[in-house]
């Protein structure tokens, strides 16, 4: 059974980049889509990207310019970056497994961006 | 970008009762490439149906899908206790992918 788990800092400051890590146990990250999606609280599910195994990414076109996502096979681990950050990017952040539809979820990380 | 529109925002239903939630794009989906999700608060979303009607592993029955191009639909025939809950569509026919803002159905 594949499971996710997403880990990084609960707050950050607004103007900072926000750093996430998913650890993938169960099945091995190669071969795979993997993607990010995130859910400010009380609000819808958002896109942020997805890449594949081999490095190849695609961003929602609205954050493209902020993020940065990539892979380490040798730990079956896929990480997530959001550059400058502000108080719109508090959220719920959620990786998954991509196969189009989204089967397999992390629980996700709540992520505040304050002072 | 394919914007998605679900309706009705709210359902006020109960248990026993049939569940008929709509999700509308702005242009069609490319090989009725849609999904299903059902969230329940502090809870990740769970994969109900992908490619329009295809029910995930361990779904029952009496949760369907259906729909193409631009309309689809979630049906829920008898309300169990555990379908109250936040429903999105999703689709992923073209890039980027997106999201409903979802229904919620709630307890009558």
């Known amino acids: 059974q594949v499971q996710l788990q997403e880990s990084g800092p609960g707050l950050v400051k607004p103007s900072e980049t926000l750093s996430l890590t998913c650890s993938v146990s169960?099945?091995?990250?190669?071969?795979?889509?993997w993607s990010w999606i995130r859910q400010p609280p009380g609000k819808g599910l958002e896109w942020i990207g997805y890449m594949y195994s081999s490095g190849i990414t695609n961003y929602n076109p609205a954050l493209k310019s902020r993020v940065t996502m990539s892979v380490d096979t040798s730990k079956n681990q896929f990480s997530l970056k959001l550059s400058s950050v502000s108080a719109a990017d508090t959220a719920v952040y959620y990786c998954?497994?991509?196969?189009?539809?989204?089967?397999?979820w992390g629980q996700g990380t709540l992520v505040t961006v304050s002072s | 970008e394919i914007v998605l529109t679900q309706s009705p925002g709210t359902l006020s239903l109960s248990p026993g009762e049939r569940a008929t939630l709509s999700c509308r794009a702005s242009q069609s989906v490319t090989s009725s490439y849609l999904a299903w999700y059902q969230q329940k608060p502090g809870q990740a979303p769970r994969l109900l149906i992908y490619?329009?009607?295809s029910r995930a592993t361990g779904l029952p029955d009496r949760i369907s899908g259906s729909g193409s191009g631009t309309d689809f639909t979630l049906t829920i025939s008898r309300l169990e206790p555990e379908d109250f809950a936040v429903y999105y569509c999703q689709q992923y026919g073209s890039s980027p992918l997106t999201f409903g803002g979802g229904t919620k159905v709630e307890l009558k």
């Open positions: 169960g099945g091995s990250i190669s071969n795979y889509y």
């Open positions: 490619g329009a009607s």
């Open positions: 998954a497994r991509n196969n189009g539809w989204y089967f397999y």
